[in-house]
């Protein structure tokens, strides 16, 4: 079926007048829907689940019902006291009463409200943005901190375990496809040596939370600036969208995944290397702002690992990546069959860079914790 006779199930008043492509996803198909009737519009997302990503796609609505009906409970309780109208969005259901449409073919379709007179951005360069991208994942994190992580589905089980990702990729690596495109090319060679140098640290937090150090509470789990949308006439964080990924996990791999895109200026697709570096402008201002919002429940030693975060998910993103070039691009949409080396080179670089700049990130890190 096209989509739009698709968005033709869903119970949204008014006659289809067209379907968009809408963002730049790299996992699912995603639209904008207008419908009119004699006088108004509706607007709303339409997405087709990947089952290649997402195989039990009723999980993941699941997910996503749980948590927004929690959350928005959460938001107006809390609204007579906050500065700005803070959203998130909502599932529409068909017009026969269901979360989401399966095809005849097995193709899962859902529609979700849009956020209205909001955008996104896939990178950000002025801290007054990185400031609002932090209050939005704090606000989110701290909605949802207390709901009971038990109730919440792993629909991505592995999803953020940087030990996981190296295991596949050690498979990956042994097979006559990974080492054709190993052989023919320099630079895969060496993203292969970058890996290698850092192998004792990509279990750091997962050793944390197995000594107690670190809990399980519902993430986001691809909290990248692209899914932070901000207010068009107030300029205020808005909104987190794409959940999918909610899941249980560790909040840190949503805090590293949002500093890597927010306060990289030259963004994920970059081509000179030379521009890519974590701007301290940029991570001081997330900080502040993410802290505003997060900081009433993270507990010592959830400030303790907060630089460990911002190091591996650059490295745990290039590792995917990598994986995903080696093996053909079986996961990560691609332009052309190079896209996702790229990808891998910039998150290493920004890795090198983080290194580089450790010192100044912790005292960022330690002096914002202590305001």
């Known amino acids: 079926m096209l989509p739009s006779e698709i968005a033709t199930l869903f119970d949204v008043p008014g006659r289809l007048v067209t379907v968009q492509p809408l963002g730049h996803g790299n996992v699912n198909d995603t639209y904008r829907v207008i419908c009119r009737t004699t006088f108004d519009e509706n607007q709303f997302v339409l997405q087709r689940i990947s089952t290649a990503v997402f195989p039990s796609p009723e999980k993941v609505?699941?997910?996503i019902k749980a948590i927004t009906e929690h959350a928005h409970g959460k938001i107006e309780a809390e609204s007579d006291r906050s500065d700005r109208i803070w959203q998130l969005p909502r599932i529409i259901k068909t017009r026969d009463g269901q979360d989401f449409h399966l095809t005849k073919d097995g193709q899962p379709w859902r529609a979700l409200t849009l956020i209205s007179s909001a955008r996104s951005h896939e990178k950000i360069e002025v801290p007054e943005l990185a400031f609002e991208a932090g209050q939005v994942l704090g606000h989110f994190q701290r909605i949802i901190s207390d709901f009971p992580v038990d109730q919440l589905e792993d629909t991505l089980p592995g999803f953020h375990c940087t030990p996981g990702y190296l295991r596949n990729y050690d498979a990956v690596l042994q097979s006559p496809g990974a080492q054709a495109r190993l052989t023919a090319s320099p630079e895969a060679r060496r993203i292969a040596r970058f890996i290698e140098d850092r192998r004792a640290f990509t279990s750091v937090l997962e050793d944390a939370s197995v000594a107690g150090k670190l809990r399980i509470r519902p993430i986001h789990g691809d909290p990248k600036?692209?899914?932070?949308?901000i207010d068009d006439f107030s300029g205020k964080g808005t909104s987190i969208v794409d959940l999918d990924t909610v899941k249980p996990g560790l909040i840190h791999y949503d805090f590293g995944d949002a500093v890597r895109s927010t306060c990289n200026r030259a963004g994920e697709e970059a081509d000179d290397l030379d521009e890519v570096v974590l701007d301290l402008d940029l991570l001081t201002a997330f900080v502040r702002g993410y802290l505003r919002e997060a900081g009433s429940f993270l507990t010592d030693n959830d400030h303790a690992f907060l630089f460990e975060s911002v190091r591996?998910?650059?490295?745990?993103?290039?590792l995917r990546f990598y994986t995903d070039y080696l093996a053909g691009n079986v996961y990560f949409k691609v332009k052309d069959d190079l896209q996702n080396l790229n990808r891998a080179r910039v998150q290493m670089r920004l890795c090198e860079?983080?290194?580089?700049?450790e010192p100044a990130i912790r005292r960022i890190l330690e002096s914002a914790s202590a305001v």
Do not use: H, K
């Open 61 to 63: 609505m699941a997910n």
């Open 312 to 318: 591996l998910i650059g490295f745990e993103l290039g």
């Open 353 to 357: 860079s983080i290194e580089a700049r």
């Open 225 to 229: 600036i692209s899914n932070v949308m």
